[in-house]
């Protein structure tokens, strides 16, 4: 009995794939997606279950949300995994997500790389542990001339740290006379940040109900178009994506100037 309802809801949820998939006009796809995958401590918490479980379910989210990406034509794909405020939560959860990201990228390097994604990072990775180092080195050097989707990972970012680090960057040219002060425009700025040659996200995705960016790209959201959603991250499936990407195609974005109408 619980099997066929299980496999009842799996049917209907297919079906909301199916029909989402539909909808999603193709060739207006974001180039540049961005999530800050929330809600992994509350969704073991309801559990009742440890939070180092939710971060676990929420790596699954990661790989499935990659997959379709992946399929879709994303070109570009950023999610918040650590922040530079994280540092402050209890040793053992800060240390099992530092395994776990090693983890993921060990398991998961075979199959990302035979679907052409290409692994990057984002963030002050001279201050992950070593071992963390390591396992990102590898994956960049094995999946570094993939042409697919860029897989983005923030690691020990922070929006406020990455605009401090180009300013510092553009003083030191400055200074040096390679550039003078009356180049620095957003193009320069632009060229300075972590995300130095990617487009800026059409699409910030936010689950678990908070709404704030929580010191997330700071510089590179300031059009983009948010898609708040209640939804636990690890719960968080492949329609969610596609409902956030569907809502996305019906905005209207206008930059601040005016529609023809
Ligand atoms: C996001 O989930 C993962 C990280 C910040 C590393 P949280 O751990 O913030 O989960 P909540 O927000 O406490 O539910
Ligand atoms: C943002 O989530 C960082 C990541 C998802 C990695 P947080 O859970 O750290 O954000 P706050 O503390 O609720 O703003
Ligand atoms: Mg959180």
Redesign the pocket.
């Known amino acids: 009995m619980l099997r066929r309802i299980t496999n009842l809801f799996n049917r209907k949820e297919m079906a909301d794939e199916n029909m989402l998939l539909q909808s999603v006009d193709r060739n207006r796809i974001p180039k540049h997606i961005a999530i800050?995958?929330?809600g992994n401590?509350r969704w073991a918490r309801r559990r009742g279950m440890p939070r180092s479980l939710g971060h676990r379910a929420g790596a699954e989210t990661l790989r499935n949300v990659v997959k379709l990406c992946s399929e879709l034509g994303v070109q570009y794909l950023t999610c918040?995994?650590?922040?530079t405020?994280?540092w402050k939560r209890p040793q053992d959860e800060v240390s099992f997500l530092m395994d776990l990201l090693v983890e993921y990228l060990e398991k998961e390097i075979e199959e990302l790389h035979n679907n052409n994604v290409r692994i990057n990072a984002i963030g002050r990775l001279d201050e992950l542990p070593s071992q963390a180092q390591q396992a990102l080195a590898r994956a960049f050097h094995k999946t570094g001339n993939n042409t697919g989707l860029t897989l983005n990972l923030?690691l020990n970012y922070g929006g406020r740290r990455e605009i401090t680090d180009a300013v510092i960057e553009i003083v030191n040219r400055v200074n040096k006379g390679e550039i003078k002060c009356e180049e620095i425009n957003d193009v320069l700025i632009g060229q300075s940040l972590y995300t130095a040659g990617m487009p800026d996200p059409e699409l910030l995705i936010r689950p678990s109900g908070?709404c704030?960016i929580?010191?997330?790209l700071l510089w590179q959201l300031a059009y983009t178009e948010f898609w708040l959603s209640d939804v636990m991250w690890p719960d968080f499936q492949r329609q969610h994506l596609l409902e956030a990407i569907v809502g996305f195609q019906q905005r209207e974005r206008r930059f601040g100037g005016l529609i023809k109408k």
């Open positions: 800050i995958m929330d401590g918040y995994a650590f922040s405020e994280n923030a908070d704030r929580s010191n997330f």
